[in-house]
């Protein structure tokens, strides 16, 4: 038989239906009703997606299956997000699911969130090149959230405790039920127009799922993104996931732990002051060679002091920053201490560096004095 | 009741710890003369001292903000 050079191979042929069906559609929502479902050993899905005319087949790998709560049940009616391909080892039809949603109430919650989700992707807004780094030391802080909640009194009580030289300035707002998407988008708008603050929280406590769906509204998350200060998101409990989370500079579990993440604490800054001070004591003394061995013990004590844990840090403190005005070089020579330096300036230290018949000066408590060594 | 418009100025304890942190690496490096070292010692001290003070600064204030009729911000004492 002639070689027909016409014809394709079978591969060629499913190759090429394979790559009409990827381009023609793309990524898709379908709508329909599980049927034929079957889960493997190696997590991934198959199943078949009908309504009253038609059916396809589907398969949903691990990476994806792992996101979905429960295993769902032949009869139920869910959205799909999948693009269609073709099975090439057997040239049949076949969906890519990534995103399976139940129907029923909540899954039109979660669908409605997913859409929003999606569109915020579109703009760039969850893009983490986004993320803007938070202030070292803020002073004024805009707290979005229900000025009653339990969220509030928990950013109060946890900022005056770890970091009480910042401002809270609250920003009402209601946090669930229907206006709240409204009320949280004008407090946000607020925020802009307050110029003293240099970084902004939103966030409300734990409640029921449905209590937290203003913080996935789109316009809020828009809200969030257009702050003109970097933002915290902090809604519900360690396991809520919020699509201001995404958007906002940064997600915190909670809004206890948004503040822990907002200011530093003053014990860890204590702490640094203090090693800083013993550091400052120590270099002084090894560069001039003015300070005494009893300022050299003192200087120990400070680093004895540092090793210690102490349960008074402003106490600490305090002292140290007292030793290190004993030790600065002005009270030394208060004390009758003087500082002889040759007439090119530079400290004499040794015999050897004032023959007799030099001139040099003297610097004393108050000023200099010329003199002659003999 | 009080009305603000000033921006944040940057905040001076990053500023006062940065400095001080560049001073001790300076006091501890073996070139500096002892004018030098002496000066940085006071500039440590003072600056020892302000960053001290900004951590004393009074009890975190509470406010709250209300927009009026007219879209006038407002800041008031919140009361807890």
Not at chain 1, 52 to 80: F, H, N
Not at chain 1, 93 to 104: A, Y
Not at chain 1, 190 to 207: E, K
Not at chain 2, 61 to 72: I, Y
Request: aromatic content about 4%; charged content about 30%.
């Amino acid at each position: 038989m002639a070689e027909q050079p016409t014809a394709l191979t079978v591969t060629q042929l499913v190759a090429q239906l394979r790559r009409a069906v990827e381009s023609s559609l793309g990524q898709v929502w379908i709508k329909g009703e599980i049927t034929s479902f079957k889960a493997y050993g190696s997590g991934h899905w198959y199943f078949t997606l009908r309504d009253a005319e038609s059916a396809i087949r589907c398969v949903m790998w691990k990476t994806y299956t792992t996101r979905v709560g429960s295993l769902p049940a032949d009869g139920t009616g869910v959205y799909a997000l999948g693009n269609p391909t073709v099975w090439e080892e057997r040239g049949e039809l076949r969906l890519q699911i990534q995103v399976l949603l139940p129907t029923s109430g909540i899954g039109l919650q979660q669908l409605a969130r997913e859409r929003v989700r999606a569109a915020l992707e579109k703009d760039g807004l969850l893009d983490p090149a986004r993320k803007r780094l938070l202030p070292e030391f803020p002073r004024a802080i805009a707290v979005v959230t229900s000025p009653d909640g339990a969220a509030l009194r928990d950013i109060i009580t946890v900022t005056r405790r770890r970091w009480p030289s910042v401002r809270l300035l609250v920003v009402p707002a209601k946090v669930q039920g229907e206006e709240a998407p409204a009320a949280l988008v004008r407090a946000l708008g607020i925020v802009n127009r307050l110029p003293q603050a240099d970084l902004c929280i939103i966030g409300r406590g734990g409640g029921a799922r449905e209590d937290l769906i203003a913080f996935d509204d789109e316009a809020v998350c828009r809200a969030v993104a257009a702050l003109r200060v970097p933002s915290i998101s902090a809604v519900g409990h360690e396991t809520d996931i919020s699509l201001t989370d995404l958007v906002a500079d940064l997600r915190a579990a909670t809004p206890s732990a948004a503040v822990e993440r907002a200011v530093p604490d003053q014990e860890d800054c204590r702490r640094h002051l203090g090693s800083l001070a013993a550091r400052l004591a120590h270099g002084l003394e090894r560069r001039t060679g003015l300070v005494s061995a009893r300022l050299a013990r003192s200087g120990d004590r400070i680093q004895v002091a540092m090793a210690r844990r102490i349960e008074a840090p402003r106490a600490r403190l305090d002292r140290v920053a007292g030793q290190l005005e004993a030790l600065s070089p002005l009270r030394v020579l208060a004390r009758g201490y003087s500082v002889a330096r040759t007439a090119d300036g530079r400290v004499a230290r040794r015999r050897s560096d004032l023959p007799a018949g030099t001139s040099f000066h003297l610097r004393v408590s108050d000023g200099d004095v010329a003199a002659r060594a003999e | 009741m009080s009305h603000e418009s000033k921006p944040p100025a940057p905040d001076s304890l990053s500023t006062d710890l940065r400095r001080l942190e560049e001073i001790v690496r300076q006091l501890e490096s073996d070139d500096t003369d002892l004018d030098r070292a002496l000066g940085l010692f006071e500039e440590g001290v003072a600056r020892l001292r302000a960053a001290r003070d900004r951590l004393a600064e009074a009890e975190a204030r509470v406010q709250k903000v209300l927009e009026d009729a007219s879209g006038q911000l407002t800041v008031t004492d919140f009361e807890e």
